[in-house]
C-alpha cells in the first residue's frame, strides 16, 4: 500500500466541495479550539488541569502545516502562494507579540508563530530536496537551537512539521516519529529535573502523543458525514485577538 493511497484526504478534497479538504478543516479548528481551551487557564488558574487538552493545539497546528505542503506535491515552491503562506506567518508572529506577553506575563519566549514559521521553511526543504536546501535545514536548525530558550516549544518544536510531513509522505511506520517529538517538546520540567512520574504527567505526555496520531488518522478519511466550515485566513487574525480578549477579560475581572 503507497503513501497515496493511505492519505486520500491529504490529496483529494471532499467530494461535496471539489475545492477543500474537510478533514483537515477539522484539524484546524481542533486546533483553534484546544488552544482556546488551553488559554482559558491563564485566566482562571483553577482550571489548570486544561493544560492536557491544550496539548492538543500545537501538533495540530503543525499537522495542519505539513498536509498543505504534501497537498502541494508537484506544484513549485517558487510560488506567490507560499510566499503569501510564509508571510502571513511572519505578519502574525509580529501582531501577536504584544497579546502574547500581556496574556503570558512570566513568558520568556516568543509567540508560537516564529516556531510555526521556521517549521514550514523547514518542511519546503524536505519537500523540495536539493544540496542547497540541505544546507537551509542545517542553518535553520542552527538558528533554532541557538534560538531554544526564545522559541515556544524550542528547537525540537521546530521539527514537528516535517515530522508530520514525513509521516504523510511514508505512511503508518513513521507515525512514531511525530508522537515522539510532540512528547519531547511537552516534557514537564520537573521531570527533567528528575521528579517522579505523576498521573498528570502520564496524562499531558499521552495527549500529546495522541494528538498527531489522531489528526494523521483523521486525514485518511475520503468522506466525513458532516460539513465543516472552512477555517479561512481570519483563523490569522483569531490568535491575536483571542489573547488580546482573554487579557483584557483577566483584568477586568481581577
Avoid at 501538533?59 to 508571510?87: D, E, S, T
Avoid at 496574556?103 to 514559521?117: E, G, R, V, W
Avoid at 514550514?120 to 531554544?148: D, F, K
Amino acid at each position: 500500500m503507497t503513501p497515496s493511497s493511505l492519505y486520500v484526504s491529504a490529496s483529494l478534497p471532499d467530494s461535496r466541495d471539489p475545492q477543500r479538504d474537510h478533514a483537515l478543516d477539522l484539524i484546524k479548528w481542533l486546533a483553534l479550539l484546544t488552544m482556546l481551551i488551553d488559554h482559558l487557564r491563564l485566566v482562571w488558574p483553577q482550571l489548570a488541569d486544561l493544560f492536557v487538552i491544550g496539548r492538543w493545539a500545537f501538533p495540530l497546528f503543525c499537522l495542519a502545516i505539513a498536509a498543505n505542503v504534501f497537498r502541494a506535491a508537484g506544484r513549485p515552491l517558487w510560488q506567490l502562494a507560499n510566499a503569501r503562506y510564509l508571510g502571513y506567518l511572519l505578519l502574525f508572529a509580529l501582531i501577536s507579540e504584544y497579546p502574547y506577553h500581556l496574556l503570558s506575563t512570566d513568558s520568556i519566549t516568543f509567540n508560537i508563530m516564529p516556531t510555526l514559521a521556521i517549521g514550514l521553511l523547514l518542511c519546503w526543504c524536505v519537500q523540495y530536496p536539493s544540496v542547497s536546501r540541505l544546507v537551509i535545514s542545517a542553518a535553520l536548525l542552527g538558528l533554532s537551537y541557538q534560538m531554544n530558550a526564545q522559541l515556544m516549544y524550542g528547537w525540537l518544536g521546530v521539527l514537528l512539521p516535517a515530522a508530520c510531513l514525513l509521516a504523510l509522505r511514508y505512511g503508518y511506520w513513521v507515525w512514531g516519529l511525530p508522537a515522539l517529538i510532540a512528547v519531547l517538546v511537552n516534557f514537564p520540567y520537573e521531570l527533567r529535573m528528575g521528579a517522579a512520574l505523576q498521573a498528570t504527567d502520564v496524562l499531558i505526555l499521552g495527549s500529546a502523543a495522541f494528538a498527531p496520531l489522531f489528526g494523521l488518522w483523521l486525514l485518511q478519511q475520503r468522506y466525513m458525514p458532516f460539513n465543516v466550515q472552512p477555517v479561512g485566513r481570519w483563523g490569522y487574525w483569531f490568535y491575536p485577538v483571542h489573547l488580546l480578549g482573554l487579557a483584557l477579560l483577566r483584568e477586568l475581572i481581577f
